[in-house]
Structure formats: structure tokens, C-alpha cells
């Protein structure tokens, strides 16, 4: 198993600003992925974060407004930049141990809420 | 296009009741099928089907997959307050070594005392 943590877990911000949200992992992990969940729906992939090299973004996701960092195996960021209120989600960072299993782990999640 | 269905997308039920939730997927290249719990922000797992109609258990929770209908069911016993969450259902998906989960719409469960 892992264990992940976020930070910040909320935050407030103004339109028009960037936040990025910090993962951090207990152990070595072999895939990072972030999540969004809007308010009343499930999760939807953004992306996911490759260690060394540029994220692999899901369709409808673009590095300009979500860039991702994964410097190495246990740590990564997600910034999401220029903000509206319609980025007002729970962003979840979450890993798998295993590159085979289906098991995936998440942190507390960061909830945003964009003025 | 992998999809995950989940009904119902809300149900509200008295503490003791029994509860049977429903997922059922298309996917390529099936590999396995999650549940997991969601109270408040993070996800926690519950449990990996992978085999047709081996039933996982724990506790008051049970689920069983069929991978002939392609769906799946998680049953709650003598249902208490602690088990309102949000219930997802996940398939992994993607080319192997790259496997992204696609998560259904989830079933917001409500125990009444």
C-alpha cells in the first residue's frame, strides 16, 4: 500500500491566479495520476504524471492550464493556472505500487474554491 | 469508448436495511474491477474483482462480478449511519504498463437512523 498527502488540503483563491497543490508519497510508486472531481460528479483523469519527462494529459486537459511536475518517484505537483470559477474542484493525487493491478491509492484530496 | 454505469445514482434507506449497488462496464481488455468508499474527499478502497462470480467479503460488505453481463454488484448488510458515502465503481483501462481508471458516476448512499 502507500500512503499519500496533499497539501494544501483547501484553499480560497482569487480568478485570474495559479495554485499548486503538492503530492507527496510514502514509498516508491511506479504510476501518479491527478484527478478532478466538480462539484456532484465523479472523477475524471487529468493526467498522468511520468517521472522526468512531460505528463501524458486526457483529452479536454493541456499543460498550459494544468502543468504537471513529477520529479521523482514519490513526489509531484499540479499547478492549475489562470483561475476561474469553474476550476472549483477536489483535485486528487493518487499512485499505483503495481503497474499491473488495478489498485489505486489517493491522497485527502485538495479542495479549491475559485472567486 | 470504456464506460462505467452505476445505478442507482442515489439512494436513501433505514439503518438495517440491505443495499445492493450496481456497476456494469464496457471496457477492452478487461482486466479487473474496483469498488471504493468515498465519505469526503479521498477515495478508499474496498475491494478488486478480477474472476466471475468469487464473491469478495468484508465484513457487511460483498461484491461478485460477472464478467459474462459485464457488471458487478455491491451488497451492505444491516446498513448503519457510518456507511453513507459516495460508492464508486472503477475499471482500469489503457494500454498494460499504462493503466488509467475510469470511474463511474457513483451512488450516493444515505442511512437514516
Known amino acids: 500500500s502507500a500512503v499519500i498527502s496533499q497539501k494544501p488540503s483547501r484553499d480560497i483563491c482569487q480568478r485570474g491566479t495559479s495554485l499548486t497543490i503538492q503530492c507527496q508519497v510514502d514509498s516508491q510508486v511506479t504510476m501518479m495520476f491527478w484527478y478532478r472531481q466538480q462539484p456532484g460528479q465523479s472523477l475524471t483523469l487529468i493526467a498522468t504524471?511520468?517521472?522526468?519527462?512531460?505528463?501524458?494529459?486526457e483529452s479536454g486537459f493541456v499543460i498550459d492550464k494544468f502543468p504537471i511536475s513529477r520529479p521523482n518517484l514519490t513526489f509531484s505537483t499540479l499547478t492549475v493556472s489562470n483561475l476561474s470559477p469553474e476550476d472549483s474542484s477536489i483535485y486528487l493525487c493518487?499512485?499505483?505500487?503495481?503497474?499491473?493491478?488495478?489498485?489505486?491509492?489517493f491522497g485527502e484530496g485538495s479542495r479549491l474554491t475559485v472567486l | 469508448e470504456d464506460k462505467v454505469v452505476q445505478s442507482p445514482l442515489s439512494l436513501v434507506v433505514h439503518e438495517g436495511d440491505t443495499v445492493t449497488l450496481n456497476c456494469s462496464y464496457e471496457?477492452?481488455?478487461?482486466?479487473?474491477l474496483l469498488w471504493y468508499k468515498q465519505e469526503k474527499k479521498a477515495p478508499t478502497f474496498l475491494f478488486m474483482l478480477t474472476s466471475s462470480g468469487i464473491e469478495k467479503k468484508s465484513g457487511r460488505l460483498s461484491s461478485i462480478l460477472d464478467k459474462k453481463e459485464l457488471f458487478s454488484i455491491l451488497n451492505i448488510t444491516a446498513t448503519q449511519t457510518g456507511d453513507s458515502a459516495i460508492y464508486l465503481c472503477?475499471?482500469?483501462?489503457?494500454?498494460?504498463?499504462?493503466?488509467?481508471?475510469?470511474f463511474g458516476q457513483g451512488t450516493r448512499l444515505t442511512i437514516n437512523p
Open positions: 471496457v477492452t481488455n478487461f482486466r479487473s
Open positions: 504524471a511520468n517521472q522526468g519527462s512531460e505528463a501524458t494529459y
Open positions: 472503477a475499471v482500469p483501462h489503457g494500454i498494460q504498463g499504462a493503466q488509467k481508471l475510469v
Open positions: 493518487s499512485a499505483r505500487t503495481d503497474r499491473d493491478t488495478g489498485e489505486l491509492f
